[in-house]
């Protein structure tokens, strides 16, 4: 894979993000202001060996984003608190909450706070401590609250596609109040184009300085059937390669590909996805305190089924059953000869939303997992249970 300098990479960001000149074309407006909670119940049974975790949490989430000043400038911000309400057996572990001398903790940071100028009518840039949400550098919000970066972000539009490029020394997790370097700083470019035909292209390469480059394909098409139906291929493929000392394991080359054909019709979409790993374990975060995750079918509640030489099948089914109640069933398998071992992992994941009165936006879901290996004390049960209220 072939390396480029911080310095060609700033380039590359500032080439792909630039367009015309012309004054931001923005009406004035007011500011926003969001608060909203979530409870969070996490159950995890290992079914022998480690200890179990459970953990019970209230979290209190509050954005603020300014209105726009000189026509140009947005100021964002967001606190994150999390209340402690019940850690039993190893609840510190769960994520959830701030794992402090073998206990878990409530927390409370400033988990946002960026400045937002647009540069022109279609580029802007953003600078500060924010929850990003790009193929290779994502932020977690899978417990009580969501991981953050520090980051500078340039973005914009050219010719109808969406291109972006990033810079990022810092990042806190979940349940962190500190942002944390990274082994190496981050520089990343990517960008997507939506045909009109049903084909989408998505494609991001970064590489964190003396440590890893990761790279990042996504081609998806949907196929209109006709009679409320249609067909969705959809492929990923990644690849990574250590990049320097600070790595560890100079000589770490790894690929992840993945390709899905979903089914829709009606309220029901079938699932079939397949995925493969190279030959060693495919590493997708960028270290420290990264919480970056997979973008892929195969990435599920507990496994990323991202192990050396893994082969990993999934059979999924979604089904809306009325405007506030959906469900979801998946079995994921994945086997690999480099540790000779199996694992299977079910999902069940079913919410409610209400549409009308008092609580609407009011929504409660639970998420329920069962692991099955042949590896020693492998086997899990897990469910958490996550009501969210936006007010």
């Known amino acids: 894979m072939a390396k480029l300098s911080k310095n060609l990479l700033t380039a ?7 367009s015309t000149m012309a004054p931001a074309a923005f009406a004035a407006d007011e500011a926003e202001l969001n608060v909203s909670t979530r409870t969070l ?12 975790r459970i953990s019970l949490s209230q979290a209190l989430r509050i954005d603020y984003v300014s209105p726009t000043f000189a026509d140009r400038v947005k100021v964002g911000a967001s606190l994150f608190g999390n209340l402690k309400l019940d850690e039993r057996k190893a609840g510190e572990s769960t994520g959830a909450l701030r794992n402090k001398n073998g206990e878990g903790e ?11 100028v647009a540069l022109t009518e279609n580029a802007s840039l953003r600078a500060g401590r924010m929850v990003l949400g790009t193929p290779l550098l994502n932020d977690s919000d899978s417990r009580a609250t969501p991981s953050s970066t520090q980051a500078v972000v340039l973005q914009g539009s050219v010719g109808g596609a969406d291109l972006y490029g990033i810079y990022s020394d810092r990042a806190s997790a979940k349940t962190d109040s500190s942002f944390d370097k990274y082994p190496g700083d981050i520089t990343l470019v990517g960008g997507s184009y939506g045909f009109d035909n049903g084909l989408s292209l998505n494609a991001a390469y970064g590489v964190a300085e003396d440590y890893l480059s990761q790279v990042y394909l996504n081609a998806s098409y949907t196929f209109d059937l006709g009679n409320d139906s249609s067909l969705l291929i959809d492929g990923y493929h990644y690849a990574g390669e250590a990049e320097g000392s600070l790595f560890g ?10 390709v899905a054909a979903r089914y829709s019709v009606g309220n029901l979409a079938l699932t079939a996805s397949y995925q493969t790993i190279g030959d060693e374990d495919y590493v997708h975060t960028w270290g420290g305190s990264d919480d970056n995750g997979l973008m892929t079918w195969n990435s599920v509640q507990i496994n990323d089924f991202n192990r050396a030489d893994e082969d990993s099948w ?7 059953f009325s405007p506030s109640l ?7 398998s994945g086997e690999t000869d480099a540790a000779n071992s199996e694992v299977a992992e079910t999902n069940v994941d079913v919410t409610y939303a209400l549409q009308t009165g ?6 409660v879901r639970v998420r329920y997992a069962h692991v099955a290996t042949d590896a020693a004390g492998g086997d899990i049960d897990e469910v958490r249970v996550i009501a969210n209220y936006a007010f």
């Open 314 to 320: 999934q059979l999924r089914a979604d089904y809306k």
């Open 106 to 116: 409530s927390y409370g940071k400033l988990g946002q706070l960026y400045v937002d």
């Open 326 to 332: 959906k469900g979801m069933i998946r079995h994921t």
């Open 358 to 363: 008092v609580l609407k936006g009011a929504s």
């Open 249 to 258: 394991n100079a000589n770490y080359d790894s690929t992840l590909s993945n």
């Open 41 to 52: 119940y996490f159950n995890r049974d290992f079914r022998e060996g480690a200890t179990d």
């Open 12 to 18: 590359s960001i500032i080439a792909a993000t630039a």
